[in-house]
């Protein structure tokens, strides 16, 4: 299994940035996608989640700035960021969890994202 992240990079406050996620080795459609991001001296927080059929969940710092998507044709999972703040600075990682047997857990090597003031 393989999950390659792209789209980071450095942005703007109020600046936009849309993250892919190309998973690869797995049936994708049976997987909980799941964007978490890590900042430097901060636990990871989940980001946001989204279903096979697209319904998706949002951490409360993220919602209505952030929205998930996935094509499960192309096995790939996006996050487009909007209005992005400093506080949004993190290493953004893809997450690939089987619905039924969870212990099928994979994590992409993760991609920067910088908002700067």
């Known amino acids: 299994v393989q999950l390659v992240e792209s789209g980071g990079g450095l942005v703007q406050s109020g600046g936009s940035l849309r993250l892919s996620c190309a998973a690869s080795g797995l049936v994708f459609s049976s997987y909980v996608m799941i964007w978490h991001r890590q900042a430097p001296g901060k636990e990871r927080e989940l980001v946001a989640s989204i279903f096979s059929r697209g319904g998706s969940t949002y951490a409360d710092s993220v919602k209505g700035r952030f929205t998930v998507s996935r094509d499960n044709v192309e096995n790939t999972v996006y996050l487009q960021m909007n209005n992005l703040k400093p506080e949004d600075t993190a290493v953004y990682y893809c997450?690939?969890?089987?619905?039924?047997?969870?212990?099928?857990?994979?994590w992409g090597q993760g991609t920067q994202v910088t908002v700067s003031s």
């Open positions: 997450n690939a969890r089987h619905f039924v047997y969870t212990s099928q857990d994979y």
